[in-house]
Structures are given as structure tokens and as C-alpha cells.
């Protein structure tokens, strides 16, 4: 087989490239996807039920960055959707991020923007040099928001506790002091109409889109001609982890379908405390979609083989350094994506990164 451009990986990264590819090339492209369907991580479907779900996590579209927004438009239309995050605290929902409502509901007070400022100042702990995520929050917080915000959630999320993670793992604690409740603050922001896996199949419509599916690239790749890979698999798995496996945090995900037609009060809802799990989605929320019935999904972070979030110690990230460097060295092969480049990255960032990636190589 003889393709100019192979892509391994059909998630977002590797769907914009090949997308690129073709229309902008008119060049043939071979997708090669190792799982049994296209989209990665943001892949939804509809459930027994009818409800459409997102099977890696919930994904909500949000960005400031028009020209990505401008492309995806070119292969979906929007429901429009401001994401909005309870934290439940002491037996009850305040919003999320902190704001000048969360302080107000959590404390029974009745601060103006302006007394914010000094109702936070009044909290802040001293500490002298701050090396830790713990002493991040304490110094900008206070030990009650710490405790019950940060601390226990931090310690599900990654299975450490902020006091031996890095300061740069939270390195600023946003605090609102207007009453904006929204989650994001882009300009752009919903998910797509019959959601992203149908936006992902719009993005492969090409006949010049070769899309393999059900296939290690390993299995196929000694058998294919080409001149340039873009590849948006882990970086450790292409050098046969030769320095080492980099370590991921896992999600374990726990689908519950119940016959109401609401469950929560909004989409997303945090549990920092008591109990094993850190959110619950409510799909229909998220997506517009009308049903009698509602799905949920409970988050339970966890060590496992799927790899979900990059690990934010300084010894993983000297490793995928490592592994970069070693990348930068192959000939004809790009890095590209959050497993490619070790590199947590949002939607949009991923896009941007991969419309960025095929301006260099289209010269
Ligand atoms: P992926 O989607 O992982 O695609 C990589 C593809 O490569 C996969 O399909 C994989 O199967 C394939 N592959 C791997 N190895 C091989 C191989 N050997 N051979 C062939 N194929 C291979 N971003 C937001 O903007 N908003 C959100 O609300 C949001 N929520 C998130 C929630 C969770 C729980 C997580 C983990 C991430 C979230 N993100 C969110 C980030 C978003 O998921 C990523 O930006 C996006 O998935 C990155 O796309 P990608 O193509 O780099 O990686």
C-alpha cells in the first residue's frame, strides 16, 4: 500500500490533519485507529435508551480562538451550552469555580464584590516559600477552602496528596470575585448537534480519507509506503517504551440510567469529600437532548491501563521530556495530540495545535 501521508490515531488531533490533508491537498491520507471507532477520547453514542453519552468523559466545547470555531462549523452546528459545576459542600451545592456566590452560600454572608477581597486576605495563611499544591491553596485560601475544596478531591483525583505534588500542579486558585456562575468564560462555547462523534464522521467524509479501523499501526505500518506519519499515539508505546512506561491517571466510569426525567440541577457536579467518586454528568444537560429518562455518569479516578490525564510530577515530565527528545530526532514522523506530546490539552488547544502542525507541513 502506498499513501503520502499515514495518521495514526482518529481523534480530534489526527481527524483535523487528515481533514486537512485531503481538502486543502487534495492528497490521499490513511487513517489508522486502533479502537473500533472513530472520535478518541470525545467518541459518544446513544445508550440502550436513547440517550446520547459520552463513553471517555464528559466533553463540553469551549474556546476563545475563532478560527477554530469558524473551522468546526464547517461540520456541525452548535447547541448552545454554558457549563455550570455545583461542588457539593456540607450537605450542599455551591458553585464552582469559587466566586463571590460560592463564598456567600458556603459562609451565609452577604458580601459585596468589593468586601471579597478582604474576606479572602483574612483566610490566607502565611508560608514563607511556597513549594507545594497545598501550600498554594493555603496561601491563597485558607485552610477551610483547602480542606474543602482541594485536599480530599486532589487526593482521588491523583491518588497524592497536595502536599507532595508539585506548587505547579495548582498553581493559582481562580478565584471569581463577581457572581459569574459559569464553569468557562469563552466566547464560544456548546456541544454539537447529535454530538462529536457525528462532527468527527463530517470532518472524515472525504474520498481522498483512507480510514483503517480495529488496527494497531504496528500490525500494518511495515506494510505501507509513505512519506510523512502524523502520529497521535502514546510517545512511549512508539519507542517501545525504551526509557520507560510514562504514568497516566485512569478514570473508572460508572454509567447509572434513571427513569426521571432530571437527576442533578445542573450537568456537572463535583464531590470533593466522603465520597469515591469526583463528578457526576448528566448528559441530557449538556447536549439539549429532550427523553423521558436521564444518564448519568460517576467519575472514579483510579491507576489504570487506559490513560486519561498526564501524571504532573516532575518525574513524568522529565520522562516524556526524554521521549520528546528522542521524537525530535525521527525523520518523517510529527507528534501530535495529548498522548503524542505527553500533554494535557483542551478541544480546542488540540485543534489549533493540528491546523498549526498542517500549515508546517503543507509546504
Ligand atoms: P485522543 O482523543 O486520545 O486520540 C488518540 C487516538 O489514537 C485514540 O483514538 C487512540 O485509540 C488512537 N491510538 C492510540 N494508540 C494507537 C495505535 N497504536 N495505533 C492506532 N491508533 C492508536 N477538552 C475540552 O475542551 N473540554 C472538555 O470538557 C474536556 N473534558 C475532558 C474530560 C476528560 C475525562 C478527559 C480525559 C479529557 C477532556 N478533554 C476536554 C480533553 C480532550 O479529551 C482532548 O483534548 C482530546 O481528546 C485530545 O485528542 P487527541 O486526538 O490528542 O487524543
Redesign the pocket.
Known sequence: MKFKYVV????????TVAERIATQLNEEVLV????NH?????YDEYNDDGILVQM???????TNDKEVFDYLCQYCKWHEYQ?RVLSYVNGNFVPMPISLETINQLYNLNLSEFEMDDFIESRKVKIEEIKTSEDVVLSQGGQDIYEKFFKYFTIKQWGVDPSELDKSVISRIPFRKNRDTRYFTDQYQGNPYGGFTKMCKNMLNHQKIKLMLN????EVIDDIEYEKMIY???ID?YFDYKLGKLKYRS?KFIFETYDCESYQPVASTRWPMDYDYTRITEFKKMTGQKHDKTTILK?IPCDGEEP??TFPTAEWKDLAQQYRDLASKEKNVIF?????EYK???????IRRALDIFEEIKV
Open positions: 495514526v490515531g482518529a481523534g480530534l488531533a489526527g481527524i489508522i485507529e486502533k479502537r472513530i472520535a478518541g477520547n470525545v471517555y468523559g464528559p466533553h463540553t466545547f469551549h457549563h488496527t494497531d499501526y504496528k497521535t499515539g502514546p508505546y478514570i467519575e486519561f490525564y501530535l495530540g495529548r498522548l503524542a494535557y490539552y483542551d478541544m480546542d488547544d488540540v
